[in-house]
């Protein structure tokens, strides 16, 4: 079962750039569709980003063309790289794996945009 890890969060003032990473151990993450998600508070989780085992990508509206997801199978690594950040992208954001039956979340990476 692949286990998660995110990184890179942190405090950014609007119109600033994160990269966030996601650290895949246990497993290969070939297999694994991938997926950012991120929850405000007093919000549901809501997906983000999501790349396919085949490199296919597709985003929420809110971020298209601000954010963008990308993966190194070699190094096991899923990358949300994320720019113009608004106060409206608070939230912690998650790393998520999926295929078929078998899924794993992180723990979670907070970012806060703000001046």
């Known amino acids: 079962q692949v286990q998660l890890v995110e990184s890179g969060g942190g405090l950014v003032q609007p119109g600033g750039s994160l990269r966030l990473s996601c650290a895949a151990s246990g497993s290969i993450i070939d297999i694994y569709d991938m997926d950012w998600y991120r929850q405000a508070p007093g919000k549901q989780r809501e997906l983000v980003a999501g790349?396919?085992?085949?490199?296919?990508?597709n985003y929420a509206d809110s971020v298209k063309g601000r954010f963008t997801i990308s993966r190194d199978n070699a190094k096991n690594m899923v990358y949300l790289q994320m720019v113009t950040l608004k106060p409206e992208d608070t939230a912690v954001y998650y790393c998520?794996?999926?295929?078929?039956?078998?899924?794993?979340w992180g723990q979670g990476t907070q970012v806060t945009v703000s001046s």
């Open positions: 998520n794996a999926h295929f078929l039956s078998l899924g794993a």
């Open positions: 790349i396919t085992r085949g490199g296919s990508t």
